[in-house]
């Protein structure tokens, strides 16, 4: 199994960007799907979350601005980043709760970050 992010880069302060993230490979369920990020010197933390019935949380930091939301025919979720801040520059990972097969466990994923970068 493999998430593959993509969609970061260089954007201006209050300007937007979309980011994926697909799921690939031998998958039979996926549950809850996230996007964390990581600025320079700073934990990683949690930035939006969406599980299979749809249902959303968002960092404080970021409610109003970001979408989290998800294709289940494209095993993809997206974030949707409007009005960003260069407070918001960090590498943005994606991650998944998802099963392979129908008799394992649900197992957590991450895939490879993505920059995004907002300029002042």
């Known amino acids: 199994v493999q998430l593959q992010a993509s969609g970061g880069g260089l954007v201006q302060d209050g300007g937007s960007l979309r980011l994926s993230c697909a799921a690939s490979?031998?998958?039979?369920?996926?549950?809850?799907m996230r996007w964390y990020r990581q600025a320079p010197g700073k934990q990683r933390e949690l930035v939006a979350n969406?599980?299979?019935?749809?249902?959303?949380n968002y960092a404080d930091s970021v409610k109003g601005r970001f979408t989290i939301s998800r294709d289940n025919a494209k095993n993809t979720a997206y974030l949707q980043m409007n009005s960003l801040k260069p407070e918001d520059t960090a590498v943005y990972y994606c991650?998944?709760?998802?099963?392979?097969?129908?008799?394992?466990?649900?197992?957590?994923?991450w895939g490879q970050g993505t920059l995004v970068t907002v300029s002042s």
């Open positions: 490979g031998s998958i039979f369920s996926i549950n809850a």
């Open positions: 969406i599980r299979s019935d749809g249902r959303t």
């Open positions: 991650n998944a709760d998802l099963k392979r097969t129908w008799f394992e466990s649900s197992r957590n994923f």
